[in-house]
Structures are given as structure tokens and as C-alpha cells.
T-cell receptor, first 113, second 112 residues
């Protein structure tokens, strides 16, 4: 039990589909993150939410739309994706203090066909 | 710009041999430093962290890391590697309250 749960674990979608990734944390944290992990690339920080407010958007294309309805849940809404968006999407959470670590979910493996 | 560098993309060691994975960071102030491990298709698990104090920190699974300010390094070590340690290892830095930045990772292969 990681404390950070991501669903689904695997997702295959067409370029015209709309889907959503879900992340839930049971750790009482107040900051949540989306990362993209592609083959042979470093982890890319996509979005950061702190106290349910988006505080970071790292030039992510608008076809990715995050939503944080409360401090325990984070969504990533996907629409009209491209094949190059295929990757492992990782959710993480932490306390909103500098001297704490991030806890990661197991990720959603997304394949865009 | 702040950055994290892991110079070794792949490392192969024999089971029972010692291991050192290198990490260098670029940041003006004292950073908060982490090592994570990732098995294939899984999320990242925290091995250890450094915030302040003793520069040699102990982690899970027999790993340790040493913070050297003069070298801007935070290298991960293990005295005797087990086959189950084969995975990818990431060094990370936290600066500002909500930014964790990761190195590109080092894949560890363990020979029997």
C-alpha cells in the first residue's frame, strides 16, 4: 500500500478520445504533482497543486488539463492526444514544506494509438 | 539554472560487489536531496533523504549516501549488492516549496 493510488494502471486511447487519469492520496498531504516519464528522458514535472491551487504549469500543452477538487484527489484530463504523449504518468504528493519528501503512485502507462 | 546530473546511464556490478552511484546538483543554497528507486513499470520509492545535519545518511535496503557540499554531490552507496537491487535509481533535489527535480536516472544491472 503506497498511500498514493493511481487508476487506471494501463490505458490505451485513440487520438480522438477523451479520458481521465485519477490519483488519490491517503497521507494527509496538501501538495500534489503530475510527472511524465518517457523512455530515455528525465522525469518531467507537469503540474503542481498546493492547497488545491495550481502553482506550477511547466508549459504543458492544453490537451492535458489537470483538476484538483480537494487535497486528496488529482485528475489529469486528456483529449486529442498525440502518439508522442505515450508515457508513464506518475502522480506524487507531499507536505507543502521544503523538508519533506514526495510519495509516488505506481503510475498509469498510457499508450496513444 | 538548477539541475541534477547523474553521469552514469547504465552500471553493471557483480552480486556481492560494492556500488556507488553518482549525483551532482547545481543550486545556490543547501538543497534537500533524495534518492529514489524504480522497478520496471512501477512508481518511485524513497531510499533516503538529506535535509541537514550528519552528511552521511542511512536509508532502506542497506543503502547510504554522503552529502559533500564542496563537490555539490550526493552519491549513493551500498557495500554489497544483491540481485534484487537491479532497478533504476534517481537522484532528486527539492528547492522552493513545491519543486522536485530529478536526474535522468542510472540503470543498475546485477550480474550473478
Amino acid at each position: 500500500e503506497t498511500g498514493v493510488t493511481q487508476t487506471p494502471r494501463h490505458l490505451v486511447m485513440g487520438m480522438t478520445n477523451k479520458k481521465s487519469l485519477k490519483c488519490e492520496q491517503h497521507l494527509g498531504h496538501n501538495a500534489m504533482y503530475w510527472y511524465k516519464q518517457s523512455a530515455k528522458k528525465p522525469l518531467e514535472l507537469m503540474f503542481v497543486y498546493s492547497l488545491e491551487e495550481r502553482v506550477e504549469n511547466n508549459s504543458v500543452p492544453s490537451r492535458f488539463s489537470p483538476e484538483c477538487p480537494n487535497s486528496s484527489h488529482l485528475f489529469l484530463h486528456l483529449h486529442t492526444l498525440q502518439p508522442e504523449d505515450s508515457a508513464l504518468y506518475l502522480c506524487a504528493s507531499s507536505q507543502d514544506r521544503a523538508n519533506t519528501e514526495a510519495f509516488f503512485g505506481q503510475g498509469t502507462r498510457l499508450t496513444v494509438v | 539554472a538548477q539541475s541534477v546530473t547523474q553521469p552514469d546511464i547504465h552500471i553493471t556490478v557483480s552480486e556481492g560487489a560494492s556500488l556507488e552511484l553518482r549525483c551532482n546538483y547545481s543550486y545556490g543554497a543547501t538543497p534537500y536531496l533524495f534518492w529514489y528507486v524504480q522497478s520496471p513499470g512501477q512508481g518511485l520509492q524513497l531510499l533516503l533523504k538529506y535535509f541537514s545535519g550528519d552528511t552521511l545518511v542511512q536509508g532502506i535496503k542497506g543503502f547510504e549516501a554522503e552529502f559533500k557540499r564542496s563537490q555539490s554531490s550526493f552519491n549513493l552507496r551500498k557495500p554489497s549488492v544483491h540481485w534484487s537491487d537491479a532497478a533504476e535509481y534517481f537522484c532528486a533535489v527539492r528547492y522552493n516549496f513545491n519543486k522536485f527535480y530529478f536526474g535522468s536516472g542510472t540503470k543498475l544491472n546485477v550480474k550473478p
